[in-house]
């Protein structure tokens, strides 16, 4: 019998480095017959209709609002974010809740084809859902990127099994609390528990459909797995987000979004900004703000409520933030600011400016995950934009500049899943926008009516209206058939 590497996670508070209580591992042996539980409860879900599939929606977004406190409290010990960035992931699940029981019906509905060719028959196109849908999630935000496949699976008639990061064991397990108590269908939502190789077990049991989120090495062994199956697969994977400041931009308000994109959740976040491309005019000065807006950022742990700097979740992400920047600094690169972890019993990472960071740096190319940034100068919009376009990822970007039709110009030219102009992320984040990436960064979408078709395969049903003896396109074929063809062809589409 195969067992997991590990038959316990030791998760410990990154505010404090304490120990929390050890959770229980799911045996990999285990793992079929929990695909098993959840496809057996399947077809019960999908009978329901939609409106009562959204009703228990409705009993799990108020169960999570009424236990809110709690959720951020444990959001903020074991990830480490601010209790804001904690009650900012819940409203978005709630948010995405009521979309998608307000617009499911909608998007879901069965419609009528009219094809030229086929006018004597009834076409109908209809949604179903996949069957039973995996969903592995990252620890940056454990609540949110969870839930977001998750509700879009179940309203559209999925059973679900959930493995959450093996550094947040305990949002993951607060999760399956949250459906039991708002009175889910036993095995609707299964939750198993584990590292990487739980996540590979759930892959080969037999699952219907994935949605991966975590960094792109991971994806790459995921994708290698799900395509050795046909696995159908949605993968949101790293980012290396950029922020373009043109040299009319308003120079206050770029230092501001940037302290901002660059550190929130302390720069673990997918859409944070790693890489600042500043037009050389303004470049001096652009720095000057953002070392006026780093002056003002505070580092502190998940207690303080004016803390802006947060803590790194996992001693393994602090190590890699601070060897990217030795290497940068080691390369040649200029400190503006920051560079050191902090020392505390917890684990911190100063809020750091890189500049003149020469092309050989680690950091050009790897994701850093951390409060760090790069800014560097560029002779213009165009340099900006084939620097960005010239990197492996493609997740967010945004461009700072005084005029909304040069910003929207060099938008399009963006090979990103998404741009902001005189912003960063954070218009992305509504429940009706669907999220994903691009090129390394990922493909399908997550959130939205996309996010919702993500869930479903679309059937065809026909039936002829006529008992005709033969449809003119059978067996046995006639020359003066082809001949006929030819002629509509050509009357339909050849004048
Ligand atoms: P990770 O890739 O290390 O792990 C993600 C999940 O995959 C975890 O649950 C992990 O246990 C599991 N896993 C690990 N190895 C596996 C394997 N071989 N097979 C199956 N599952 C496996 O990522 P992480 O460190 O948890 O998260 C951070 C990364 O996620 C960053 O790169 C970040 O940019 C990315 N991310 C992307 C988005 C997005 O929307 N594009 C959102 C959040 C995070």
Redesign the pocket.
Known sequence: MTTSAETHLHPTNPNNGEAFSPVRCTALAEIPACVQRARQAQPHWQALSLRQRSRFLHRFSQEVARSAERIAECLCQTQGKSPFDAYGEIFTVLELCQYYQRVAGRVLKARWAFPLSGLHRSHRLVYEPYGVVGV??????PFN?SLQPVLAALIAGNSVVL?????TPHIGAEIAHLFAQAGFPRDVLTLVQ???????A??AAGIDKLV????????R??AR?AGEQLLPLT?????KDVAIVLADADLQRAAQGIAWAANVNAG?????VEQVYVEAAVADACLHALRQAYANLRVGDSTDPTADITAIT?PA?LAKIQALVEDAVLCGARLVCGGQAVRSAGRFFQPTILTDVPESARIWRE?I?GPVVVVQRVADAAEAVARTNASPFG?TASIWTRNRAQGRALAAQLQV?DVAIIEHGAPAGHAEIA???RKA??FGK?RGKEGLLEMVVQKHLSWDWFDRPREAHWFPNAKRDAKFLLRVIGWLFGR
């Open positions: 592995i999630a990252p620890w940056n935000y990127l493995k959450p990061s093996e550094h584990g590292d990487g190789s739980v996540g590979q759930l892959i991966f989120t975590g960094s792109v090495a991971v994806g062994q995921v797995l993968l949101e994977l790293g980012g673990q976040a997918c859409l944070a996992t992400q994701e995950f997740l899943g999220w994903g990436g960064s990922g997550t």
